[in-house]
């Protein structure tokens, strides 16, 4: 099994319940998918769409969501607020994708990087299928291996995974990946790779702390 099941606990208990689309994808979504700028409503497929925080900037370009999580909890609450505006299904997407496509953008913030490297190949591979042709996959926040919570936490079978944090940003959110830059390169070897972004932030205070992750476009190529 790829997917945390521990992420249904943290959504039925309020927590990460993000609202708001996050800077970066927006930024990286208007720049390289242009979803704006399309004669005909871009079809969107986000996965790990949890409660729904890149809706509101989908509706706004014109887009039709379609929208994957593993978790019963969160799309309820989708569907609370969107009805039949949206499309929904619960699945493991490393899994299993039930939506077929084509897709001119495919949508990840920090949802491939919560699941083992097996797990996240055979999703790219899904993905990749389901992109129309010169489709665009956008993800941010996936983890980088320069973070300071690669060296905690516990090892997994997998080297890149680490699980059972007991403090930090990582608590109870199951298993973690982190990339370096060839590990990355491998994921998107069938995609054409237009943007990839390492970010590091190093806190002072109140603790000292390194973070990073990284960002990426990665095209469908045309054969």
Sequence with gaps: M?????????????????????SELISLIMRHARP?????????LEIGCGVGANIPLVQWFGGMFHGVDNSATALESIRKRYGEKVQLAQADFCEDIPFEGPFDLVIDRASLTHNLTAGIERSLDMLEKRLALGGVYVGIHWFSTDCDDFKHGE??????????YTSGDFVGVGQVHFSDQACLERFFSRYSIEVMDHVISDTIKPHPQRLGWWNIVARKKDC
């Design 155 to 164: 090892p997994t079978e997998d080297p890149y995974v680490r699980k059972g």
């Design 2 to 22: 790829s997917f945390s099941p521990e992420w249904e606990d943290l959504y039925a208990t309020g927590a990460h319940h993000s609202v708001w689309p996050w």
């Design 36 to 44: 704006h700028q399309r004669e005909t409503p871009a079809q969107v």
